[in-house]
């Protein structure tokens, strides 16, 4: 089983909450709490695209795929889309650049996800042909 979707998601889970962590010690709880919601408005949309990816389906095709992925990009978006406008509605008093620095700091750690499948598919070649 590759489990390079649940780590990627741990991964940026940990990282948006020590970023918050950093941010709350050295400001404030303002910008702390608001880093927690940016790396949540990322983490939370990429969650529902890699459940559309790896929830079996009865048509286990490629065309099926594809269609997960179209679905679960769709809805990456708009839930995205979403929780930014929830929250800058709703939360007062809020950060914006540590908002933003949550939600771009949480994002990063995708392309460690990408380094990490490379990795595995580069040892999995390695020991099939040794």
């Known amino acids: 089983m590759d489990l390079t979707i649940p780590r990627v998601l741990m991964w940026q889970f940990l990282t948006g909450m020590a970023l918050a962590a950093v941010l709350w010690g050295v400001f404030d709880g303002v910008v702390g709490y608001s880093a927690v919601l940016g790396s949540l408005i990322c983490l939370i949309p990429n969650a529902f695209l890699a459940l559309r990816l790896v929830v079996p389906r009865r048509d286990p095709g490629a065309a099926a795929l594809i269609n997960a992925a179209w679905i679960g990009e769709i809805g990456k978006l708009a839930l995205t889309v979403l929780f930014f406008t929830l929250v800058f509605t709703l939360v007062r008093p809020l950060s914006a650049a540590?908002?933003?620095?949550?939600?771009?700091?949480?994002?990063?750690?995708?392309?460690?996800g990408l380094l990490m499948r490379s990795e595995q598919e580069m040892d999995t070649r390695n020991s099939n042909g040794s």
């Open 98 to 112: 540590a908002l933003f620095a949550g939600f771009i700091a949480t994002q990063l750690v995708t392309l460690s």
